[in-house]
């Protein structure tokens, strides 16, 4: 059984989806839980199922935002231990019809969003000598898809970004991993035609979709003691999808 019990767990894109389950996940697990994400009425009906939970509203994407926001999660809370970069959008086309701003906005919100928040935990993380910090990538970061080249690239970077981050505070005993999760069942994925939906469950070896708790369960365990020794990593969530 992984306790976290005393540890501070921050969850961007904690609203719905994958985000609201990790927290949820990370609660159980007896972290204190702080939720993040642009929309507070979501983010306060979640913090009030979980019973409490402190919730700070920004926009991931702005660095000004994001030093605002963890300033006053590190005022109320001391210190962070866990930091799980979940907040993703997807502007997908093919890129003949791909504009500017959706190139640059999925860039920004998936991408450039973890480098404000790393460097908002790294002080902290850095003087308590303990530190977790995991990053949700995609499949389609490895594997690549069409009509989603903005967001297979926000998402390579992520990878880029996590094993050097992952080199460059090592030794300060602070691990930095991501995630990739495959096809999971969302109201992201839910946008997607029936018909790709089809598709994607046949390339899938388990034969089925995953669920939010499936992703929420490697953050678990990517935050706990169990994976002290595990840095650098990227742990596909796929059923198969992708090996
Ligand atoms: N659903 C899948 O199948 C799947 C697969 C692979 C990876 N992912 C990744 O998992 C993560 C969560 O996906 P999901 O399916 O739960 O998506 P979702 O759309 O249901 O939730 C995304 C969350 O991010 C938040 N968010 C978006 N833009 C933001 C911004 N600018 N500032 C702050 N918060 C912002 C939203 O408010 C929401 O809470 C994303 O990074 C996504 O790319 C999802």
Redesign the pocket.
Known sequence: MINLTGKVAVV????????KTIAKKLHQAGADVVL????RELLEKNAADLGAAMVVS????SADEVQAGFKEIIREKGNIDILVN????TRDNLLLRLKEEDIQQVLD??LKSMFFTSKSVLKPMMKQRHGRIIN?T??IGLMGNSGQSNYAASKAGIIGFTKSLAREIGSRNITVNAIA????E????AELPETVQKEMAESIALGRFGSTEDVANAVLFLASDLAGYITGEVMNVTGGMYM
């Open positions: 961007t894109g904690a609203s719905r989806g994958i985000g993040v994400a642009r929309n920004m926009d991931v994407s979940n907040a993703g959008i919100v998936n949700i995609s499949v999760p495959g096809f999971i969302t109201e992201m994925t």
